[in-house]
C-alpha cells in the first residue's frame, strides 16, 4: 500500500496535480509531452472463481507522438502514476512492468496507441516442458512451482505456501498440457491467485485480505456510482475435493452450524493432476479449509471519482452507501485509468456455480478448467 500522504491525495479533485508516466529503457514518456493516456486491466477472478485464477495484467496507451529515438515493439516498459503535492514535490508509483505487442494495423503501427501485457503474459500459452528429476522420489508441489516460473521467466516471490510440501512422485503433466495450466494447478492446491508484484515483478500466490480492517474506506464522497451491493457471496462453509469418477475417494470438511443458518456454499475442487488419491486429498483439505472457511463478500461494482492507483488485487475494502450503512467486499478486478485524471471501476464479481477441471482429455475448453464452486446467493437487506 501507498503511503498516507499519497492515499489522501488520491482523494482530492485537484486534477492538474495527476501525473503518468511510460519509461522505456532511459527515455520517458510523461503528460507533460507526448502521453496522452493508459489503461490498466487487472484481475484475481477468472470464470466465476478466485482459487486457482491466472490472469495477465494488460495496459493499453495512446500517445500524441512518440519520439523518432523510442522503439517500443517488443520493448519493456514501465508504468508509474504520480502525484504533485502543494509544495510542488512529486511522488510516483509503479504499475507494473509490461511488454508491448506487435502491431496490427496502421494505427498502433506508428505507435500512436499500444497494448502491453505484463511479464505473466509472454510464455503463459506455452507448452509444458518438465525439467524435474522426479527419480529422488522427494518432490513436491513447491519444486513444481519453481519448474513453470522458470518456464515463465520469472522469480517466485517465495516458494513456501500452503502446501507446498505435497509430494508428487511423477511428472503430472505429460499430455501437452500448457503452462497456464500447471500454474492454475500450483495455485489451486495452493488456494491462492496468481498476481505479479508491480514493483519487484516477481510472480506470487496471493490471497483475499485476511484483516478484521478494511484496506481502504469509500464513503459516498469519493465514488460516482455502486452498482449491486445486495448479493451476500459466502460464507463459504463446505470444502470437497473430489475424483468425479470414485465418490468413495472423494474427501470434505464442512461447518454444520453454518449451514444450518446461511444454507450451503461450497467450493468444490475436482480432476487434480496432483490430488488424485483420498491420501493426497486429505493432506491438502485442512489448509484449504482454513483459508477459505467463513469467507464471504458483497456483490458490486463501483466507480470512483478518483482513481485508487494503490489498491491491490484482494485488498478488502468498505463502501458506505449511507452515512450509517456500509458493507465489505474485496478487490476482484481493477480497471485504472490515467487520462491527466485518475480513474479506477473496481468490480467484486460474485462467485458462480460451474465445474472447472484441469484434465485435458476431457477436451480443450474444459481443460482450462479447475474449480468448481457452488455458491448459494442471498439477499442483503
Same mark, same amino acid.
Given at each position: 500500500?501507498?503511503?498516507?500522504?499519497?492515499?489522501?491525495?488520491?482523494?482530492?479533485?485537484? =486534477?492538474?496535480?495527476? *501525473?503518468?508516466?511510460?519509461?522505456?529503457?532511459?527515455?520517458?514518456?510523461?503528460?507533460?509531452?507526448?502521453?496522452?493516456?493508459?489503461?490498466?486491466?487487472?484481475?484475481?477472478?477468472?470464470?466465476?472463481?478466485?482459487?486457482?485464477?491466472?490472469?495477465?495484467?494488460? *495496459?493499453?496507451?495512446?500517445?500524441?507522438?512518440?519520439?523518432?529515438?523510442?522503439?517500443?515493439?517488443?520493448?519493456?516498459?514501465?508504468?508509474?502514476?504520480?502525484?504533485?503535492?502543494?509544495?510542488?514535490?512529486?511522488?510516483?508509483?509503479?504499475?507494473? !512492468?509490461?511488454?508491448?505487442?506487435?502491431?496490427?494495423?496502421?494505427?498502433?503501427?506508428?505507435?500512436?496507441?499500444?497494448?502491453?501485457?505484463?511479464? *505473466?503474459?509472454?510464455?503463459?500459452?506455452?507448452?509444458?516442458?518438465?525439467?524435474?528429476?522426479?527419480?529422488? !522420489?522427494?518432490?513436491?508441489?513447491?519444486?513444481?512451482?519453481?519448474?513453470?516460473?522458470?518456464?515463465?521467466?520469472?522469480?517466485?516471490?517465495?516458494?513456501?505456501?500452503?502446501?507446498?510440501?505435497?509430494?508428487?512422485?511423477? =511428472?503430472?503433466?505429460?499430455?501437452?498440457?500448457?503452462?497456464?495450466?500447471?500454474?492454475?494447478?500450483?495455485?489451486?492446491?495452493?488456494?491462492?491467485?496468481?498476481?505479479?508484484?508491480?514493483?519487484?515483478?516477481?510472480?506470487?500466490?496471493?490471497?483475499?485480505?485476511?484483516?478484521?480492517?478494511?484496506?481502504?474506506?469509500?464513503?459516498?464522497?469519493?465514488?460516482?456510482?455502486?452498482?449491486?451491493?445486495?448479493?451476500?457471496?459466502?460464507?463459504?462453509?463446505?470444502?470437497?475435493?473430489?475424483?468425479?469418477?470414485?465418490?468413495?475417494?472423494?474427501?470434505?470438511? +464442512?461447518?454444520?452450524?453454518?449451514?444450518?443458518?446461511?444454507?450451503?456454499?461450497?467450493?468444490?475442487?475436482?480432476?487434480?493432476?496432483?490430488?488424485?488419491?483420498?491420501?493426497?486429498?486429505?493432506?491438502?483439505? =485442512?489448509?484449504?479449509?482454513?483459508?477459505?472457511?467463513?469467507?464471504?463478500?458483497?456483490?458490486?461494482?463501483?466507480?470512483?471519482?478518483?482513481?485508487?492507483?494503490?489498491?491491490?488485487?484482494?485488498?478488502?475494502?468498505?463502501?458506505?452507501?449511507?452515512?450509517?450503512?456500509?458493507?465489505?467486499?474485496?478487490?476482484? +478486478?481493477?480497471?485504472?485509468?490515467?487520462?491527466?485524471?485518475?480513474?479506477?471501476?473496481?468490480?467484486?464479481?460474485?462467485?458462480?456455480?460451474?465445474?472447472?477441471?484441469? !484434465?485435458?482429455?476431457?477436451?480443450?475448453?474444459?481443460?482450462?478448467?479447475?474449480?468448481?464452486?457452488?455458491?448459494?446467493?442471498?439477499?442483503?437487506?
Amino acid at each position: 500500500m501507498a503511503n498516507t500522504n499519497f492515499i489522501n491525495e488520491c482523494k482530492k479533485r485537484a =486534477n492538474k496535480n495527476r *501525473l503518468g508516466k511510460i519509461i522505456v529503457g532511459s527515455n520517458e514518456i510523461t503528460n507533460s509531452d507526448n502521453l496522452q493516456s493508459f489503461d490498466i486491466d487487472s484481475g484475481c477472478y477468472v470464470d466465476g472463481n478466485i482459487i486457482g485464477s491466472v490472469y495477465a495484467k494488460c *495496459l493499453k496507451g495512446q500517445f500524441i507522438a512518440v519520439p523518432d529515438d523510442v522503439d517500443l515493439i517488443d520493448k519493456n516498459i514501465d508504468a508509474q502514476i504520480g502525484v504533485r503535492y502543494s509544495d510542488t514535490t512529486t511522488e510516483y508509483i509503479n504499475m507494473g !512492468k509490461y511488454i508491448v505487442e506487435r502491431p496490427k494495423d496502421e494505427i498502433t503501427a506508428n505507435m500512436s496507441q499500444i497494448t502491453a501485457y505484463d511479464s *505473466l503474459y509472454t510464455n503463459l500459452d506455452s507448452k509444458y516442458i518438465c525439467n524435474i528429476d522426479y527419480s529422488a !522420489k522427494n518432490k513436491t508441489v513447491s519444486d513444481l512451482y519453481i519448474d513453470v516460473c522458470n518456464q515463465l521467466g520469472l522469480i517466485p516471490a517465495t516458494t513456501t505456501f500452503i502446501n507446498s510440501t505435497i509430494p508428487i512422485k511423477d =511428472n503430472p503433466f505429460t499430455n501437452g498440457e500448457k503452462n497456464r495450466t500447471v500454474l492454475q494447478t500450483v495455485a489451486k492446491i495452493a488456494s491462492s491467485f496468481i498476481d505479479i508484484d508491480n514493483k519487484t515483478n516477481q510472480i506470487d500466490l496471493c490471497w483475499l485480505s485476511q484483516s478484521e480492517e478494511p484496506d481502504y474506506i469509500f464513503h459516498m464522497n469519493d465514488y460516482a456510482n455502486v452498482e449491486g451491493g445486495k448479493i451476500v457471496c459466502g460464507p463459504i462453509n463446505s470444502l470437497i475435493i473430489k475424483n468425479s469418477q470414485i465418490d468413495d475417494e472423494n474427501v470434505s470438511i +464442512k461447518d454444520e452450524e453454518s449451514i444450518a443458518l446461511h444454507g450451503e456454499h461450497s467450493i468444490t475442487i475436482s480432476e487434480d493432476y496432483v490430488l488424485y488419491n483420498a491420501e493426497l486429498r486429505q493432506q491438502a483439505i =485442512n489448509a484449504i479449509w482454513n483459508r477459505v472457511n467463513g469467507m464471504t463478500y458483497v456483490d458490486c461494482k463501483l466507480t470512483t471519482y478518483y482513481g485508487k492507483p494503490f489498491l491491490k488485487l484482494g485488498d478488502k475494502i468498505r463502501i458506505y452507501t449511507s452515512e450509517t450503512n456500509c458493507f465489505d467486499t474485496y478487490v476482484l +478486478k481493477h480497471q485504472f485509468t490515467y487520462d491527466g485524471s485518475f480513474t479506477s471501476v473496481i468490480s467484486s464479481p460474485s462467485l458462480t456455480e460451474q465445474e472447472i477441471r484441469t !484434465k485435458q482429455d476431457i477436451g480443450l475448453q474444459e481443460a482450462l478448467r479447475n474449480t468448481q464452486v457452488k455458491v448459494d446467493k442471498q439477499q442483503g437487506e
